[in-house]
């Protein structure tokens, strides 16, 4: 293409001549660039997304210290025997969390040994409404349903944790 055709087009679509002329050279956007740099891959991340928003609408919200391992078990799947995968950086969950505004990070407080008989019971019913939801699901095998998590309730114990939820999520 010629430098006129760049320029009217430019002109045209309100897109910097530079940029027309990188893209008809094969030069990626920025975003494109930054994708081929991202540890996992779009689709993974997708995966993990949908994971985490999982996770939280059972009431077991995963831990941020927890999600870099995650996408590095995600990245080790994919991985060639001559290529080792290294961890992820020690920022790169923040960076996963700001990519999806449909995450947010809570705190999470343990809660009090007084207050634990009133809210348990609405908290099992919902949670067993949705897992009964999940396990409708035709891709669920029964022989691939087994145990339950005793340890989702976090009483009195001293601090709090900081976890990713859905946006939406109270």
Known sequence: MAYREHAAIAELTNVP?????????????????AQRRQYLTPKEEKAL??????????GQPVRIKFIPALAF??????????KTVKPPGKNWAR???KRHLELR???VRAIDW????NNIYDKITQWFEVIGKV????????ENVYNMDETGVMLS??????????????
């Open 135 to 142: 396990l409708q699901d035709l891709v669920i095998l029964p």
């Open 105 to 107: 990070a809570r705190i």
């Open 73 to 82: 078990s995600i990245a080790r799947q994919r991985s060639t025997m001559n």
């Open 17 to 33: 001549l530079s940029t027309l002329h990188h893209r008809d050279r094969g030069r990626p956007s920025k975003q494109q660039s």
């Open 114 to 117: 007084k207050r634990y008989s």
């Open 157 to 170: 114990i001293l601090g709090f944790v900081k976890v990713l939820v859905g946006r939406d999520d109270p």
């Open 95 to 97: 960076a996963f969390e």
């Open 49 to 58: 997304v949908n994971f985490l928003l999982l996770m939280s609408t059972l």
